[in-house]
């Protein structure tokens, strides 16, 4: 196993069946060399810098009905809300305050954030705050669209493809979606200039090991600067409220694969890591990720942004618990940063 971790770290990519091989690691030297070879590689690149990104949940209205997500639409037990223009600036004048210099804005595909509504939020947000960066994960949208909210100021964006196999894709989605126009979407992205971002669930129901590394060769041929994973947590109110939860060990592993697969790639370590274990953050980060996505939404409307069961929006994963993120950052030898955290271009010894 430590000669394909090595081929890894050399070469930045393996075969499928290489690919297949490494994912069924199981003994926890090999798991450790992993996660080590990766911590490594973020060091050498990003030192011990670590990324936050200021996370705004704009809306959990959503036109989808994708069966693992607790705002689909058919969910009549989610408390709906949208944000205001006026709310969205004020998140942002306080994360600006307290040191954040990126913003996400996220939210469910609601038909009520137009291209000229968006242009102008994104517009007034680049005025008020040149410095930053913006990030958007608001689902597909068209061409045309991207372009106009790159145009406005958006620098990036934020759409896992949740699976690259068609067959798992269409288990996880109304026949309504379709998965070709989700990679269209990527593709687009990144021809528009964006710094993109993709991921997947890891554990989603019916997720094959063959599945996850087509996944991964479909991540290295993308190229994208962003990689988000975490594992799939049923939420109570969905078709798949029975499936079992994915695990924080498959999620570390993969984080440490995708570090030594896309060395330069910005990897958080997600809400949903820290949710399915108090110390799932710190571990992600000591698995190579180097993100992390505290939550500047208005404290009323966070826990309606409920994607599954017992999603955190207090504590370290909240903008009033930054200054305990930073000391457990501290702790396993990290600093929490005030920076745009972009994406390195200029390629050093990898």
Same mark, same amino acid.
């Given at each position: 196993?430590?000669?394909?971790?090595?081929?890894?770290?050399?070469?930045?990519?393996?075969?499928?069946?290489?690919?297949?091989?490494?994912?069924?690691?199981?003994?926890?030297?090999?798991?450790?060399?992993?996660?080590?070879?990766?911590?490594?590689?973020?060091?050498?690149? *990003?030192?011990?810098?670590?990324?936050?990104?200021?996370?705004?949940?704009?809306?959990?209205?959503?036109?989808?009905?994708?069966? *693992?997500?607790?705002?689909?639409?058919?969910?009549?037990?989610?408390?709906?809300?949208?944000?205001?223009? @006026?709310?969205?600036?004020?998140?942002?004048?306080?994360?600006?305050?307290?040191?954040?210099?990126?913003?996400?804005?996220?939210?469910?595909?609601?038909?009520?954030?137009?291209?000229?509504?968006?242009?102008?939020?994104?517009?007034?947000?680049?005025?008020?705050?040149?410095?930053?960066?913006?990030?958007?994960?608001?689902?597909?949208?068209?061409?045309?669209?991207?372009?106009?909210?790159?145009?406005?100021?958006?620098? !990036?964006?934020?759409?896992?493809?949740?699976?690259?196999?068609?067959?798992?894709?269409?288990?996880?989605?109304?026949?309504?979606?379709?998965?070709?126009?989700?990679? !269209?979407?990527?593709?687009?992205?990144?021809?528009?200039?964006?710094?993109?971002?993709?991921?997947?669930?890891?554990?989603?129901? *019916?997720?094959?090991?063959? @599945?996850?590394?087509?996944?991964?060769?479909?991540?290295?041929?993308?190229?994208?600067?962003?990689?988000?994973?975490?594992?799939?947590?049923?939420?109570?109110?969905?078709?798949?409220?029975?499936?079992?939860?994915?695990?924080?060990?498959?999620?570390?592993?993969?984080?440490?694969?995708?570090?030594?697969?896309?060395?330069?790639?910005?990897?958080?370590?997600?809400?949903?890591?820290?949710?399915?274990?108090?110390?799932?953050?710190?571990?992600?980060?000591?698995?190579?990720?180097?993100?992390?996505?505290?939550?500047?939404?208005?404290?009323?409307?966070?826990?309606?942004?409920?994607?599954?069961? @017992?999603?955190?929006?207090?504590?370290?994963?909240?903008?009033?618990?930054?200054?305990?993120?930073?000391?457990?950052?501290?702790?396993?030898?990290?600093?929490?940063?005030?920076?745009?955290?972009?994406?390195?271009?200029?390629?050093?010894?990898?």
């Amino acid at each position: 196993m430590k000669e394909l971790i090595d081929k890894l770290e050399k070469e930045k990519n393996l075969s499928k069946e290489e690919f297949i091989s490494l994912l069924k690691i199981n003994k926890e030297e090999d798991i450790r060399y992993l996660n080590e070879k990766a911590k490594n590689v973020r060091d050498n690149i *990003y030192g011990k810098k670590i990324f936050i990104r200021g996370l705004i949940e704009i809306s959990n209205y959503c036109k989808n009905n994708c069966y *693992y997500c607790g705002i689909r639409r058919s969910n009549n037990k989610a408390q709906r809300y949208r944000l205001t223009k @006026n709310q969205i600036l004020d998140c942002c004048k306080e994360g600006y305050n307290i040191g954040f210099r990126t913003f996400v804005m996220q939210g469910g595909e609601d038909a009520y954030f137009t291209d000229d509504i968006m242009v102008d939020i994104i517009s007034e947000i680049k005025k008020n705050y040149p410095d930053c960066a913006i990030t958007l994960s608001l689902g597909e949208r068209s061409t045309e669209s991207y372009r106009k909210l790159k145009k406005a100021g958006a620098d !990036r964006y934020l759409l896992r493809h949740e699976t690259f196999n068609n067959k798992h894709y269409n288990k996880l989605h109304p026949k309504e979606l379709d998965p070709e126009n989700r990679k !269209r979407c990527l593709r687009d992205l990144k021809k528009l200039g964006f710094q993109t971002g993709t991921g997947i669930m890891v554990g989603s129901p *019916y997720q094959s090991t063959e @599945n996850i590394a087509d996944d991964l060769i479909f991540i290295k041929e993308l190229d994208p600067e962003m990689i988000g994973i975490g594992p799939f947590i049923s939420h109570k109110d969905t078709p798949f409220n029975d499936f079992e939860n994915g695990t924080m060990e498959s999620t570390l592993i993969l984080i440490s694969i995708l570090r030594l697969l896309c060395p330069y790639a910005l990897i958080p370590a997600t809400t949903a890591l820290g949710t399915i274990n108090p110390k799932g953050r710190e571990k992600g980060i000591l698995a190579g990720a180097n993100v992390i996505m505290p939550n500047l939404s208005p404290k009323e409307d966070r826990k309606k942004y409920m994607l599954y069961n @017992n999603k955190l929006s207090d504590g370290e994963e909240s903008v009033e618990g930054l200054n305990k993120l930073k000391k457990s950052m501290l702790n396993i030898g990290y600093e929490i940063v005030v920076d745009k955290g972009d994406y390195i271009k200029i390629k050093n010894n990898y």
